[in-house]
């Protein structure tokens, strides 16, 4: 896995693109966690950008990275034609505005002491959008459409909303600013399943009403297959497999995508449990494999993915894949 | 019962094509201090009848051993079917578990 490589990326329409991205953090003397390592991908105008991967493979580093919080180690992040890597704090300020993020523990990303009103008029406040009045009437038109009454929530603070209420005003106060793009880090991980079918519905209609381009980043595959349109594999700071939704899960080509499709229990006591579980844990980011990071743990691997790291290939249909082993037959899902 | 079939319909599948419109349960649940009279899923069960909102359904033996359920209509029960055919005419808004087993 391991993907470095480029042959992925579009060179029409993207909102963003993003190229060797590398994340590293120091953790004591010598020690460096090498979160993100040398990934580039793109997202179009109008697309959603699903990307998963374990816990721990550097996820949510790169949506955080995108906002430029904090700033990459190296590698551009190209938004709307400008690199976020090279302005200034106030420039910076001023496209973030245009990029907005959503996160997994919806009731904490609120103020607790603020009525969530408030919470969502602010960044029109800061930014000195429009009058008094104007603002207002956005930000209950804006209220309404995510499905939370706005005179309820000038007398209410997070903790009198359910967390799904909790996650849909995160998202009002997301969109206030009329963003092009929303990354939404693990929104519905935290919500019941009728919740996050409610949320995930939502967040389609808005992506239409408001023409939103979305990063949508979870560990749950169903999930992101449902409102991806392109979904990228990472493990361990590296992309494995990039691929449009239905396509990845059709033919799954990476032993590592397999392994995680393989991997999902389904809601069926009678289902067969005996495919291969992934072995082993996920090796440390301070000091990753050599070669294909996924080597250890792949069935598949050989002398040539212990020596040399493979490149995203294309698979034809705007499928692409890091494997010197690709998966003839992939996992079939019943 | 409806409520259990509502909440695995709303799971999304990887059978299912991306952007598959998810099944969501509408409303919320209820306030629990003054919880509704009857089944208290009734207010937002698409299969709820008159019965439902008046008494509250006792906990029964399913066929299979070791399941128990409280509903006056289960899922695969005559009235059940009915209103499931019912929602399938008219467009199924509602709790979309038609076809359920």
Known sequence: ?334 | MPYTKALMKSIPKLTDPSHTRLASIPGRPPDLVHPPEGCRFAPRCAYARDKCRQEEPPLVQADHPDHLYACWYPVGSPEFQERDAELERTGGVAVGIAGAS
């Open chain 1, 1 to 334: 896995m391991a993907g470095t490589g480029k042959a992925h990326l579009r060179d029409v329409d993207n909102v963003l693109r993003v190229e060797d991205l590398v994340v590293e953090f120091h953790a004591g003397r010598n020690v460096t966690v090498k979160a993100v390592s040398g990934i580039s991908f793109d997202v179009r105008r109008g697309e959603t950008l699903g990307i998963v991967g374990e816990s721990g493979c550097g996820k949510s580093t790169t949506g955080r990275a995108v906002m430029q919080i904090p700033k990459p180690t190296s590698g551009t992040v190209v938004f709307e034609g400008r690199d976020l890597t090279g302005l200034s704090s106030s420039e910076l300020r001023e496209a973030r505005t245009k990029v907005q993020m959503i996160f997994q523990d919806p009731i904490s990303s609120l103020n607790p002491r603020r009525t969530v009103y408030e919470s969502v008029l602010e960044p029109l406040e800061i930014w000195g959008r429009g009058t008094r009045d104007e603002r207002e009437t956005l930000v209950d038109d804006i209220l309404e459409s995510v499905g939370i009454d706005p005179e309820r929530a000038k007398e209410s603070r997070p903790h009198q909303f359910s967390g799904g209420q909790c996650q849909r005003i995160s998202i009002a106060r997301a969109l206030v600013l009329d963003p092009t793009m929303i990354i939404c880090d693990e929104p519905v991980s935290a919500l019941d399943v009728s919740v996050q079918a409610q949320v995930l519905n939502l967040l389609e209609d808005l992506k239409v009403k408001y023409g939103l381009t979305l990063m949508f980043i979870a560990h749950d595959l169903a999930v992101v297959k449902n409102v991806s349109d392109r979904v990228a594999v990472m493990y361990l700071g590296k992309l494995c497999e990039v691929a449009p939704s239905d396509d990845l899960y059709a033919r799954a080509a990476h032993p590592y995508t397999n392994v995680l499709l393989k991997s999902i229990p389904e809601p069926d006591p009678f289902a067969d449990h005996s495919v291969a579980d992934l072995v082993g844990e996920l090796p440390s980011p301070v000091n990753p494999p050599s070669g294909c990071r996924f080597h250890t743990r792949c069935p598949y691997a050989d002398d040539l993915c212990v020596r040399e790291e493979p490149q995203l290939q294309p698979m034809g249909d705007g499928h692409f894949v890091a494997c010197h082993h690709p998966v003839a037959t992939p996992v079939t899902l019943s």
